[in-house]
């Protein structure tokens, strides 16, 4: 059934927004808007999707990605990133740090929705 | 008479011709023709040759006849000088072309700091020293063409003749010294002509001096054999050999060689090239040798075959003579005038030059104070105080010879003046070889030589009751024992010569060293020093001049008077394009001064050039840093590296600057991708949320009305919100640019707080109370009324956000401390973190995430803002609260009383 995602974003609106289309393709939407305790919160709830924002208060979406990544309960856990940052320069970082997917605000719902339907899809046959 | 007259045709031709060689030479010098004759190793090897006079020329064989072999000493000690040409002679012959030395009287006052009085010493004992050889010359020239006569007529021409003929003879070689050697001002300027002149006078003696030995060994004697076997049988073939006699004159032909004016002139000022001294190293002693073959037996068979009594001085004259041979006895005579003539002139020039440089300029100078810098031409005065004392010295040297009557005196003076002028030595090689010898021990060391010179040597010379009386002699001066002139200190048993030459120069020397011990050069004559005894290491200038305050004009006058206006135009010229300024006047740096003053000391002799380079420029200043490197043996390295140093160091301060510069534009790199990045984020995340909706909105079916108007909501805020970020960012980009205008009104503090706090009550429905007393608000301000609503909109805005307090409040204080209105706005929230006050009025800083809808930019606006009105906003420490000061400034502090 529903698959388990949580959204990292603090913006108010977007996570709104999300969750609405997130939501009605039958998925579990939580949310989580602080970056410092992130990390704990995605380790402990162990979703099937994380969707991160880079520009967290707190702790960096990146920074908060390589913790991901150095943790082997977390490492292949399919990461969605967004950032309003549109710089080259934070692709090459994300893709570094070990992105699965990464998208620039504002994006359109239908991309987000065959991302999330594709990391979710492509998780869920390798494991 | 007639052989007479002819002899002094064929004299007369002889001149012309000297005349001819020595203008022809000019003019090729001048148009820089002929060099590889001019500036030849033969013609310097040739110019040396004036070293054997009419006295080494006629007198040799005198000697010879006299003492036997010692003759052979006056050759020895140049010899010796010449085949050690890389001690000393190479050493005299650097510092002289690297310092523009005029003469022995400039080296020496150059090296002891440029002291003209120690110049003007030497010049005095130069002239004293050289002019009763001059007489000698005279003599001699004289004495031979009364011989001439007396062959001839059977009886010796009568005085008045003699006297006559030594006049012209001394008038002729004062017009030629006057026409050749006062061409160039430049004493460093070759004077070809009297060069070549000399030269050829050279080729002369040597050839009838080698003609009469030959007529004397084969013609008369019959071969070598028959020469030896007579050499053999006669008393000169005893083998006497005194050892000190032979030492002492060694020792002081050798001085003479490097010491006597003459000798200085042809061998360093006249130099062209230091290779030529390596040549004349080995030719010069061949020259000699060649000059001394056939002493020996002409002087046996002089004494072989002319009568008893007759002067052995003149036997190479008078050997011909009595076998008939008129033609060779002509060429003799001609060996011996050439002799006298080229020794006169060379040293009439070197001791003209002394004299004109340190004695008549210092004077001519000293007389018209300031006259350095007036218009006119100095060189004139300069050419023509030399002639004046060419004429001068020629003069004396006539003077003496009609004083001295022919003497027997006469015959002893080369040696006499030999040893006067080998006094110099100590001190000369005192001053290139030993930094520590000062100008005090040179000049005590001369005087004492001199004295000692004079009292035992000089003045004993005219005999007995001649000028020193017998009582003296016998005696001692003032009955003193120990000051007998030929046994000094009470010891006798000396030859006298040697007696003299011994004391005079152990004296000086004693003492020319200890008063250098005991004595402390100024940093000047240490700066010489240095430059002389290293002249190999580096032939750099002293850096003396430190006073760019000369001006350029004065010295352009100045060295137009001495070197000519071309010359002088020139030079300057040339320093300007060196230093790179338009123009034709350069930069009086210390280099340049520096280098003037060489060309001028090439002029008028080193003292005298600096003392007039210092009437302009004010005098010499010896830094620190200069005695620094006079005290270190290696004075040129320090100053080099020194310079390199400093030209490091202005390398690495600029690479610092770079470094800095390169930082401040990587800090202003990053701040502007930050800002970029900050904008971009600030503006991407309202339309995120506008797309998402409008997106759900389009294309979600069976929304319900209500969430139809709660997303149409949402975006209608990030619009707004989209909206009132680009204004704050156009704001703030032409409050930070100063493009601003500001709107200057009149309005009262209490109306702008209540518009303030209505406008902030409109926009944000959070609740807020205020406590305010308005009566403190009674202030009529001057700015710009709108501005600082704006400010005030955007502190009360702040406060109503913001505030975490249960029951938010926000006190408004005015106070007025001076002329300075103060706005106050503290709420009763929680304060903000000391770490954050840094930088919350930095664009984009947002203190906490409370809230996402501020872009932080309000209170950069802020300060922005009062900035402009020329007041300010800053956070106001210990409320409890979070609190902020709005200074009013003065001027409209002012406006509101």
Known sequence: MGKHVLLVEDELNIIEAIRFLLSREGWQVDTHSDGADATDVIRSSKPDLVVLDVMLPGKSGFDILEELRGDAATADLPVLMLTARGQSRDREMAEKAGVSRFMTKPFSNTEVLTAVRDLLYVHGQRT | MASLNALVAVCLAYVFFLFCV???????????????????????????????????????????????????????????????????????VRIGRSHKVTSIADLISSRYGKSNGLAIVVTVMAVIGVTPYIALQLQSVTASLSLFAAAEQGSLTDADEARA????????????????????????????????????????????????????????????????????????????????????????????????????????????????????????????????????????????????????????????????????????????????????????LALSTMVSNHVVMPVFLYLHQ???????????????????????????????YRLSGGSGALAAIGLISFAGV??????????????????????????????????????????????????????????????RP?????????????????????????????????????PLERLQGAQFVNVFDHSGQTRGWQAPVAESEDLMIMAQRILGAEEAQRLFQTEADRQGNGGYLPKPTADFLQRLELELAGSVGGATAHAMISQIVGGTAVSVQDLLAVADESAQMLEYSSQLEAKSRELSQTAAQLRDANAKLMQLSDQKDAFLSQISHELRTPMTSIRAFSEILRDTDGLGPLEKTKYANIIHVEAIRLTRLLDDLLDLSVLENGQVTLNQQSGSLV?????????????????????????????????????????????????????????????????????????????????????SRDVMFEKFSRIGAQDGNGAGLGLAICREIMARLGGDVSYLDGTGGTAFRVTLPQSQALAAQ
């Open chain 2, 22 to 92: 020595a203008f022809a030479a000019e003019r090729a010098g001048v148009r820089g023709r002929a060099r590889w004759l001019l500036r030849s190793p033969l013609v310097y090897t040739l110019s040396l040759s004036i070293y054997c006079t009419a006295w080494t020329f006629y007198g040799a064989v005198g000697y010879a006849a006299r003492s036997g072999l010692e003759y052979v000493t006056i050759y020895l000690g140049p010899s010796l000088v010449m085949i050690g040409w890389w001690w000393i002679a190479r050493r005299l």
């Open chain 2, 486 to 522: 030929q046994a000094l200190f009470g010891i006798p048993g000396l030859d006298p010569t040697v007696h003299a030459i011994f004391w005079s120069l152990l004296l000086n020397a004693v003492s020319f060293a200890l008063v250098s011990l005991l004595t402390f050069p100024d």
């Open chain 2, 751 to 835: 109306d702008l707080l209540d518009h303030a706090i209505a406008t902030a009550q409109a926009s944000e429905a959070r609740p807020i109370a205020f406590k305010r007393r308005r009566l403190d608000e009674m202030v009529t301000l001057h700015t710009d009324l709108d501005r600082l609503s704006q400010v005030f909109i955007n502190l009360v805005t702040n406060a109503q956000k913001y505030c975490p307090a249960e029951a938010p409040e926000l006190r408004i204080v005015v106070s007025q401390t001076g002329e300075t209105v103060v706005v106050d706005f503290i709420d009763n929230g929680s304060g903000i973190p000391a770490a």
């Open chain 2, 165 to 348: 003929a030594g006049f012209w003879i001394a008038v002729g070689l004062a017009l030629f010294t006057v026409l050749f050697g006062t061409r160039n001002l430049n004493v460093n300027e070759r004077q070809h002509g009297v060069v070549i002149a000399v030269a050829v006078e050279a080729v002369v003696k040597l050839i009838a001096l080698l003609a009469v030995g030959v007529f004397v060994v084969w013609g008369i004697a019959g071969g070598v054999s028959e020469t030896l076997a007579r050499i053999d049988a006669s008393d000169l073939g005893t083998w006497e050999m005194d050892g000190s006699r032979w030492a002492g004159l060694t020792f002081v032909s050798a001085a003479a060689f490097l010491c006597l004016p003459r000798m200085f002139q042809v061998m360093v000022v006249e130099n062209d090239d230091e290779r030529h001294l390596q040549i004349a190293s080995w030719a010069f002693p061949l020259y000699l040798m060649l000059m001394s073959l056939f002493v020996v037996p002409i002087a046996v068979i002089g004494l072989d075959l002319l009568p008893t009594g007759s002067n052995p001085d003149f036997f190479v004259l008078s050997l011909p003579l009595s076998q008939g041979r008129e033609g060779l006895a002509t060429l003799s005579f001609l060996g011996g005038f050439s002799s006298a003539t080229s020794m006169v002139i060379v040293a009439t």
């Open chain 2, 422 to 483: 080998a006094q110099f030595l100590p001190a000369m090689l005192g001053g290139i070889f030993w930094r520590g010898a000062t100008r005090a021990g040179a000049l005590v060391g001369l005087g004492v030589g001199f004295s000692v010179w004079v009292f035992t040597m000089l003045l004993p010379s005219f005999g007995p009751d001649a000028i020193l009386s017998a009582a003296v002699f016998d005696h001692g001066l003032f009955g003193i024992n120990g000051l």
């Open chain 2, 370 to 400: 300031g006259g350095a810098t007036q218009s006119g031409d100095v060189r004139n005065v300069v050419i023509l105080s030399r002639r004046l004392s060419i004429l001068a010295i020629i003069g004396f040297g006539y003077i003496y």
